[in-house]
């Protein structure tokens, strides 16, 4: 009896054992990530499907606690990792945890023309997000730069489709590595900030296909993004954040993107367009009789009480709300519940090391006249550094992607710590911008208030340049409203603060001046003749001043090249001469359409101030002459271009290779020429390098507005092979037959 008892006993427990581990499907990783949706899915009721699709919070959305199936948390933004806000507020939560590394803004990312750059930028912000427990990073943005006032340009990647799409890819792959979403944005036409929440965007199937989309798809279809925020504007009438055209008809159906759609922050107006147009997540909303920010309005939210109340009548199925689950329980599979993912770092040496080698790889030497760059130390005793920007903190301010960054180091302090005790670094204002001590309204630390007069500040400046071997001027914009920050434009290309005058004085008085741009935008020189050196510096992050140091003293050997066209007045721009903006009546109209930045430029035979793919290196490039395989092309042909480029100077340096084609002959009007390919090559001195470009049909493609597709029609093409869109080595002819 005993034994039998026993064995009763074994075998219960196998069974109850068996049961235990047998772990429900959903929980189940070795089983495909679709059947673990399909399995949760049926376990939810109606309430914890709908609550999956709205907001719980400023920055998180509900999972389903009965199933342990965790809450989504999202965190701003594309250059680091926002500091942690309170449940329901703005307002930071003041944790002493939560101070990122700030990496340089997009613009510089971009400005690498290095997508190994975008690779490890990517990995590196990713980890941060993953060790702060966030499963997806709002960012990066890529709207195309229509116009040099937009105040959110700083966080995109400039005027040219091709570049975008090349630098957004392995961004994305770097951030997702962590088991962290990248969240694309601002999906789509968000190419201004003024009247951004109600703007709706006219403009050619055309230019929408040729010039604003095409950086989205190829997150999408090549980066594999996770999620894409949808913008605040409206297009074809229906806010971007609900529109059937951008997210049912290219977005899912086109593009099978297979993400979640997340909406801006109070993006949404509509229960019915946001239950059947495509949006999976509705964050920020100030939604009916309810004023903004007002405490928990989450339960009346377009996607939430209402929402469920429709989907309990059946006057909208089930069925609508279960594909919006899906999508968000995908992501979930991918992040929250992927136990293989790694762990993620914050604040380390190595972030802000990856951040330096960026900012390095980013500065562009736009002038380097009579070779003032760079500054040799044993032949320097004083160095003068003017100007605001030298002392600004830069990462707190311009909106969402503001940062409490571990540590920034200005201009002025990587200056002295860079040339040391040998060389005495002097520092006059020279000009002082807004009078107050916050920055886009938030408390930057500093206090930089100085109300002495401009000609006082001028004099000053003057005044030590006298006897300063090289005087560095650092000015630019900056994070405040009305300069590169979220929610407004600029209203003008110029300068703010009066500091094209502090330029020009200094220039009469010292001959080794440089020039230091620190700006997310072009701006307009006028002193571009007086100025022997002038170095373009994006948002550089936590370790600013040591980037632009290491470049001034040569450490670093500049590479970067332009992302935008730096025209010389507002009217050389497409959107200023031709397009509207930024409109009125609620509607703005790209009559530019597809001649965007160099598009326009090389049409109307405007020599831009300094062109798009624009930089200079302290070592030089000769480039040898080009051949092509081929004169003739059939469609299914790859052509190869091939170019022997030769390091002639005494550094080490790097070059980036561009790729142009211009379509000779056309049923529709086509830019002069397109940038299709790029290499970025590192040669020692004396060192060369053949590089290689592929051309295949899809190069030479318009996108048909009747046919709606991609065509290219027979007949004359020339592949230009340049260092800048203007700077064009040679030009090869070919035909497609
Ligand atoms: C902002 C921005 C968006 C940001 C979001 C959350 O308004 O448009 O880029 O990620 O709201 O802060």
Known sequence: MKKLKSLAFVGLLT??????????????????????????????TLEEKVAMCHAQSKFSSAG???????????????????????????????????????????????????????????????????????????????????????????????EDPHLASRMVVPYIHGVQSNGVAACVKHYALNNQEVYRHSINVNL????????????????????????????????????????QYL????????????????????????????????????????????????????????????????????KIAESVVDNKVRNILRLTFRTNMNSKRPWGSFGTEEHALVGRKIAEEGIVLLQNKGNVLPIDLNKTKKILVVGENAIKVMVVGGGSSSLKA???????????????????????????????????????????????????????ACEAAKTADAVIFVG??????????????????????????????LSKVNKNLVVVIISGNAVAMPWVKEVPSILQSWYLGSEAGNAIASILVGDANPSGKLPFTFAEKLNDYGAHALGEYPGEKGNVTYNEDIFVGYRWTEKQKIKPLFSFGHGLSYTEFAYG??????????????????????????????????????????????????LKAFEKISLKAGQEKNVEFKISIDDLKFYDENKKEWVAENGKFKAYVGASSTDIKSVLDFELK
Request: proline share 4%; hydrophobic share 35%; charged share 25%.
């Open 204 to 243: 050619s199937d055309r230019a929408l296909r040729e010039i604003y989309l095409p950086a989205f798809k190829a997150a999408v279809q090549e980066g594999k993004a996770w999620a894409i925020m949808g913008a605040y504007n409206l297009y074809k009438g229906q806010h971007c954040c609900h529109n």
């Open 64 to 158: 389903v606690s009965r199933l342990g199936i965790p809450d989504n948390w999202m965190t701003d933004g594309p250059h680091g990792i926002r500091p942690e806000v309170l449940w329901d507020e703005w307002n930071q939560a003041g944790w002493t945890n939560d101070s990122c590394i700030a990496f340089p803004a997009l613009t510089c990312l971009a400005a690498t023309w290095n997508p190994e750059m975008s690779m490890l930028y990517g990995k590196a912000i990713g980890e941060e997000a993953r060790y702060r427990n966030k499963n997806v990073l709002l960012g990066p943005g890529v709207n195309i730069y229509r116009t040099p006032l937009n105040g959110r340009n700083f966080e995109y990647m400039g």
């Open 247 to 314: 997210l049912n008809d290219i977005l899912r159906d086109e593009w099978k993107f297979d993400g979640v759609v997340v909406s801006d922050w109070g993006g949404v107006y509509d229960t019915e367009q946001s239950a059947y147009n495509g949006l999976d997540m509705e964050f920020g909303t100030w939604t009916d009789g309810l004023t903004e920010g007002k405490s928990f309005a989450y339960n009346n939210y377009f996607l939430a009480d209402p929402f469920l109340a429709q989907l309990r009548t059946g």
């Open 476 to 505: 630019g914009l900056n994070k405040n409203n009305g300069q590169d920050c979220e929610s407004h434009d600029r209203s003008e290309l110029g300068l703010p603060y009066g500091q094209d005058k502090v330029i020009s004085a």
């Open 15 to 44: 069974l109850s054992l068996s049961a235990q581990n047998k772990v429900p499907l959903y929980l189940d990783e070795s089983k495909p990530i679709e059947d673990r949706i399909e399995d949760a899915l049926k376990r939810m």
């Open 625 to 674: 002459k080009a051949s092509i395989s081929s004169k003739n092309m059939g469609e299914k042909d790859i052509l190869t271009v091939t170019v022997p480029v030769k390091n002639i100077g005494q550094l080490t340096g790097k070059e980036v290779v561009q790729l142009y084609i211009g379509d000779e002959k056309c049923s529709v009007p086509r830019p002069v020429k397109e």
């Open 406 to 460: 571990k540590h920034e180091i200005s201009p002025l302090d990587g200056i002295k710590k860079r040339v040391g005790s040998s060389v005495d670094v002097v520092y006059a204002r020279g000009y002082a911008g807004e009078k107050s001590k916050a920055q886009d309204g938030l408390a930057t630390g500093q206090d930089i208030f100085d109300d002495r007069a401009e000609s006082v500040l001028i004099s000053e």
